[in-house]
């Protein structure tokens, strides 16, 4: 039995759903779970163990929007419930390594270490950042682009790799399958201590993002790189989180300073096909930002 944490999040139940559709045999977990489903609260180590009772593989969402201290505890309480249920593997869904000195990756190296050390099988998504994220921060900046013809982001001349969810979705969905699939016929297990690169194909600067608000918005957008500093003034106007200012700005940097740069992807290898476009996708997402907004 497959278990998929984070089910009623975008990558969780994309995941879940791919399985499901599959007739592969899935639980769908989750803080608030569906029917049938089971309660997975990484906050409540002590019920975890109970949430894992019968799972051979466990699908782990990172649960990444809180501070790395409460990060890390979670996934810590995770692995360890894993092995107390008798999991016989976890798949974990990282960051890339194009990310590899933003922030962000802190706790996402952690975990992989705690995996590593587990008496359990174990196998790492380095997802790459999501074609959606820069959709939406090409939305963040479409009042001035619509007003003033001008997108601003501190990015420099430097570029994002970016990968649709969807498509890590299809990765981590195969790679479950296949796990559970050799447990059950009780062949050796398939992706067990692999680390898989799943970094998209497309790679998106300032410029371009201007370029699609300029075809979303039908009127031309000229990009303005800014001071990294702005990033925090902006992020806090939008009410975000200390921490989430923290690592947007680290986000920023890394890629101003042009460290991120994806090496070889092992995505096209765990796909049934051509990775998805990454620009209609950031397209769309700019478009419902547009639409939100009025
Ligand atoms: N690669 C990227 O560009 C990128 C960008 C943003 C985030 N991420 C990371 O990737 C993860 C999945 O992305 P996403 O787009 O699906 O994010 P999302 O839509 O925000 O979903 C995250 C899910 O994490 C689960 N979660 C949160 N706290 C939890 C807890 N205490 N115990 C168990 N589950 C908990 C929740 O699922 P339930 O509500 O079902 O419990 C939540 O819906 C994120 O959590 C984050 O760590 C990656």
Do not use: C, K
């Not at 049938?36 to 163990?49: E, M, Q, S, Y």
């Not at 990310?99 to 270490?113: C, D, I, N, S």
């Not at 174990?122 to 790459?128: A, F, H, K, Y």
């Not at 692999?194 to 371009?208: I, K, N, Q, S």
């Amino acid at each position: 039995m497959i278990l998929v944490t984070g089910v009623s999040g975008a990558l969780g139940s994309l995941v879940h759903r791919r399985l499901a559709e599959d007739g592969a045999p899935v639980l769908a977990g989750s803080r608030t779970p569906p029917d049938g489903g089971r309660t997975v609260d990484f906050d409540d180590p002590a019920a975890l163990a109970e949430a894992f009772a019968g799972v051979d593989v466990l699908l782990l969402v990172s649960a990444g929007y809180a501070d790395d201290d409460v990060v890390i505890a979670r996934h810590g309480a995770a692995i360890e419930a894993a092995v107390r249920a008798g999991v016989r593997h976890v798949v974990y869904t990282s960051i890339a390594g194009s990310g590899e000195r933003m922030t962000l990756a802190v706790p996402h190296r952690w975990t992989e270490r705690a995996l590593a050390a587990a008496p359990l099988g174990w196998t790492v998504l380095r997802n790459g950042l999501y074609a959606e994220f820069a959709g939406t921060l090409a939305g963040l900046g479409a009042e001035l682009a619509a007003a003033e013809g001008v997108f601003r982001l501190p990015w420099g001349p430097g570029t994002l790799p970016v990968v649709s969810r969807e498509d890590l979705a299809d990765a981590a969905a195969r790679v479950a399958r296949e796990v559970q699939g050799a447990i059950d016929a009780g062949r050796p297990v398939p992706h067990a201590g692999r680390t898989y690169e799943l970094e998209g194909e497309a790679v998106v600067g300032g410029a371009d993002l201007a370029g699609v608000l300029a075809e979303v918005l039908g009127r031309p957008v000229r990009y303005e790189p800014s001071p990294l500093r702005e990033t925090w003034a902006v992020w806090e106007a939008l009410g975000a989180d200390p921490y989430q200012r923290g690592h947007a700005v680290s986000l920023h940097s890394n890629i101003a300073a042009g460290f991120a740069v994806a090496a070889a992807s092992d995505l096209p290898g765990l796909l049934p096909g051509r990775p998805r476009a990454a620009r209609a996708l950031i397209a769309s997402t700019v478009r419902a930002a547009v639409a939100a907004g009025g």
